[in-house]
């Protein structure tokens, strides 16, 4: 009663939760002013696209990602043995459990007419599948939890998914163990299919499955006399046989009975078989209920993503469907670090601790992007700079065992959320190349709206004073600042200038421009002379500072040992810091 | 010979043609080439985050010390970057502890004992002239190569010591072995514009076009480089200014590596002649 209750509940909430899981692949999308395609449109383009498919022939390419991709995972084994053997065993192990064991209804006994779940080989290959997924839970525990590679986390959804997973096995386990023992169970079945009912036949036959097959009787004891256990043998030949293997078959299980033995008939009376069975039950139908929710759901997501991503390019397939792509990307995602783990910039976040460098931890970001989740201005500015800190190495891309294009997923978010129109102080970083390179395949308009809004919000915040040609009062003039200049060993080297401009006379940007102080606000060495005025707000303001290339030519030229270029960076790092200082504030408050 | 290869980032996507050629051309001459848990130099982050600039180097740097190997670049940005941090972090006793703290995680230390070697200072220094010189099998005639240095490979001077055009000059010496006639040209040191490329694009566009016409007005027919950024800039950025008619007729732009790979008699393909957006096959005709 309480199982098939609980069975078609969680069966119920399981294909609910399927279908919202994927119709989030068709609604969601990154880009919530402007959608190019409705959740109908993107349906209807994925279904042409799958029909299509399977009609040419890309179904050869399909079946050998199916079988290199999704059942050899060579993707993993590419990226680490380990990882490899946990995850073959976990996949493998509970998926054939799955098959032969959860669905013996449907399947194993419609495929061997002679089914019995007590008898070899399927007493032994479930015990075996089990040791499989064990051992690949193993792994995941000991990577997760005692080897701990630096920046690699583990979040809520990977604790459920390992807790859950090891509560059904061992509850599996401990209830095969105390079945074996159960004296309960032995005399049920007694009742249910032995053909005899004399006493010395009965005792003959509970003393050999005392013996032989592990049940724990309160009425007998071993040793037994060799006549009593070969009549024994002759009633089980007759009576059990065709359904029971011997117990130590189930190897696992048989050594957890030997645990349970001494207590056993307690136990049994207690009622410990059915506790368990409960526990099992409940907790896998809690597990398929909850599956489309997890992060278990990427079972389905991933082999799926794996598949259509092998017929599918961008440029090539239907733009509706590279969306809709990259939305059931966002599933198939199993938090395994792989990408993290490779990425060329993982190590800043030592410093700049955003979590959205890590591109593993970007994706839990773009979940929340992609379902419209209301985030504050600081949310997004920080979801922005973790997207914008990325050197576009590919490294994440190459290495993702689920088959999912970080990279073009990066991309396309990052230009997403520029739109959003905050200012975005790292495009003024050799990080906008990758940009620049691309721009071509970004609207024109939002191209340049991105590249001037720093400039707009550098000029918001250090707005002490705005023109170089305005009077400047004393009380204007920051001698922190100054002083803070002093104390660094380079910059510092700023109290040497005495304004000969050699410095600007060097520097290729002022030289590109006919009226440098129009197109650049200052050249170089009034730059300079603003860190001996204490008015940083004018080199903070002025684009020379941020057009600076870093050539060095101007630092070489100086004729007093200026570090000229080395004088701009610290500038430009302290213009960061205050500006981002200030905007964490409003923005937390918007 | 042993070395860490510090891949620059832009590499992978767009100068696959960069790794290819040096893996091959080192092969050649019996370097060995480990590379796999390097990340990025930090190059980008220093306007905006000194500190993270810094450890992302100090990170390379100790991976190389464990290893007991130097780093070798084949980008002056990465060149420049992992030599300042390097110079910094020997002088700066309380940020290379607040460092190594921080690498300590991944049971890393910086030390201080690894040396940065540009790909051209492997060459002419490492394994020398002669050794080069024995590996050239064929020779160019009638080429004439602009040879662009940029920026990290020789500034700042006190920093890098490395022996630039007007002394003995490294990158010009290894160009002549392969029979090319250099071409004098005055922008040679100059800035190739890619610094800017994404920021403000039309000043990045006029520095490279004003190179590319200085080289040809001195009589280049080729432009040759050792560094990933300004390759980017001067093959893909050329070919956008070309397209978009900024620049009226191309100037080919061939990897050093590219260069000394045909003249040691390396297969084209495995060069990745065919890779680079500006059509450089001509060049094979200029071989004996």
Redesign the interface.
């Known amino acids: 009663m309480i199982f098939n209750i609980s069975l078609y509940l969680s069966l119920i909430i399981f294909s609910l939760g399927l279908i919202f899981k994927i119709s989030t692949w068709f609604r969601y999308n990154f880009e919530l002013t402007t959608q190019p395609f409705t959740a109908r449109e993107r349906f209807f383009a994925a279904m042409g696209g799958i029909v299509a498919t399977l009609f040419s022939g890309k179904v050869l390419i399909l079946l050998k990602s199916l079988l290199l991709d999704v059942f050899c995972q060579r993707r993993i084994m590419r990226e680490s043995r380990l990882r490899w053997v946990m995850h073959m065993c976990m996949f493998w192990g509970f998926s054939l459990l799955l098959l032969m064991h959860a669905l013996e209804g449907m399947l194993t006994s419609n495929l061997f007419r002679d089914y019995a779940a007590t008898l070899n080989p399927f007493l032994f290959l479930r015990n075996f599948f089990a040791l499989l997924v064990f051992v690949g839970v193993g792994i995941a525990f000991y990577r997760r939890f005692v080897q701990k590679a630096p920046r690699f986390s583990t979040n809520v959804m990977d604790r459920y998914a390992l807790i859950l997973l090891a509560v059904i096995m061992i509850s599996g386990l401990f209830l095969e163990a105390a079945k074996i023992v159960s004296f309960e169970r032995y005399s049920r079945m007694v009742t249910d299919y032995a053909d005899f009912d004399e006493e010395q036949d009965l005792k003959a036959l509970e003393a050999l499955w005392v013996k032989d097959f592990g049940v724990v009787s309160p009425n007998l004891t071993p040793p037994f006399d060799k006549e009593l256990l070969t009549r024994g043998h002759e009633l089980h030949e007759m009576n059990c046989a065709a359904c029971h293997s011997r117990p130590q078959w189930a190897f696992i299980s048989y050594g957890a009975a030997t645990i349970l033995r001494p207590a056993a008939l307690p136990l049994d009376r207690s009622g410990l078989v059915t506790l368990l069975w409960t526990i099992h039950f409940l907790t896998c139908f809690v597990g398929l209920a909850y599956l489309p929710f997890s992060r278990l759901f990427h079972i389905l997501a991933t082999p799926l993503n794996l598949l259509i991503n092998s017929v599918m390019e961008k440029g090539k397939s239907h733009p509706a469907n590279i969306i809709t792509l990259q939305m059931m990307a966002l599933d198939a995602c199993t938090h395994c670090g792989s990408c993290t783990s490779r990425c060329s910039l993982a190590v800043v976040f030592e410093e700049i601790p955003n979590p959205n460098i890590l591109p593993s931890e970007k994706i839990t970001s773009l979940k929340a992007l992609a379902s419209g989740k209301p985030l504050n201005e600081h949310q997004i500015t920080v979801i922005q700079e973790g997207l914008y800190l990325c050197t576009n190495c590919y490294r994440c891309t190459t290495v993702c065992p689920a088959g999912i294009n970080l990279q073009e997923l990066w991309f396309d978010v990052r230009e997403a959320v520029l739109k959003r129109g905050y200012p975005e102080l790292l495009v003024l970083t050799p990080f906008s190349m990758y940009r620049g390179l691309l721009s071509p395949t970004v609207a024109k308009a939002d191209y340049h709206q991105a590249q001037k809004q720093p400039m707009v919000g550098i000029e918001a915040v250090c707005s002490a004073l705005s023109d170089p040609d305005d009077p400047i009062n004393p009380a204007q003039m920051d001698r922190d600042f100054k002083k803070q200049m002093l104390s660094s060993a380079k910059g510092s080297t700023f109290s040497y200038c005495f304004t000969c401009i050699t410095c600007t006379s060097a520097c290729p940007v002022v030289r590109n421009y006919e009226n440098p102080r129009e197109a650049l606000g200052m050249t170089p060495h009034q730059i300079i002379r603003t860190i001996a005025l204490g008015v940083p707000d004018l080199a903070f303001r002025s684009r020379m500072l941020w057009y600076c290339l870093g050539c060095y030519q101007c630092q070489d030229a100086c004729p007093q040992g200026v570090l000229v270029t080395d004088v701009l960076t610290e500038l430009k790092n302290l213009a960061v810091a205050r500006i981002k200082s200030q905007n964490r504030r409003t923005g937390e408050r918007s | 010979m042993k070395l860490a290869l510090q891949r620059c980032?832009?590499t992978?996507?767009?100068l696959k043609q960069y790794e290819t050629s040096t893996d091959a051309i080192l092969e050649r001459l019996g370097v060995q080439l480990t590379d796999k848990a390097l990340?990025?130099c930090?190059?980008?982050?220093?306007?905006?985050?000194?500190?993270?600039h810094?450890?992302?180097s100090a990170?390379n740097l100790s991976i190389a010390e464990e290893r007991k190997v130097n780093i070798m670049t084949f980008c002056n940005?990465c060149y420049g970057t992992l030599k300042e941090v390097n110079q910094r972090l020997r002088a700066?006793r309380t940020l290379s502890a607040e460092i190594n703290g921080?690498l300590e995680?991944?049971a890393l230390k910086y030390e201080g004992g690894v040396e940065i070697r540009h790909i051209m200072e492997v060459f002419y220094d490492d394994l020398g002239p002669e050794r080069i010189r024995e590996n050239i099998v064929k020779k160019f005639r009638g080429l004439k190569v602009a040879v662009h240095y940029g920026?990290?490979i020789l500034?700042?001077?006190d920093l890098v010591q490395f022996k630039g055009p007007g002394t003995a000059a490294v990158f010009d010496d290894l160009v002549a072995m392969t029979g090319a006639d250099l071409v004098p040209w005055h922008l040679q040191s100059?800035?190739c514009?890619?610094?800017?490329?994404?920021?403000?694009?039309d000043?990045?566009a006029?520095?490279t076009r004003k190179k590319i016409e200085n080289a040809r007005a001195s009589g280049a027919d080729y432009l040759c480089l050792a560094c990933s950024?300004c390759h980017?800039q001067f093959d893909?950025?050329q070919k956008?200014l070309l397209d978009e008619g900024r620049i009226t007729e191309p100037m080919p732009t061939i990897l050093f590596t590219q260069l000394l790979g045909l003249s040691m008699g390396i297969d084209p393909n495995i060069l990745g002649i065919w890779k680079n957006q500006i059509d450089i096959s001509p060049i094979l005709d200029c071989i004996d």
């Open positions: 980032c832009t992978p996507i767009f990340n990025c930090g190059y980008p982050l220093k306007n905006y985050n000194y500190k993270a810094v450890i992302a990170r940005c700066d921080k995680k991944e920026c990290h500034r700042p001077r100059e800035c514009g890619s610094a800017m490329w994404g920021i403000d694009d000043l990045s006029e520095l950024y980017v893909r950025v956008r």
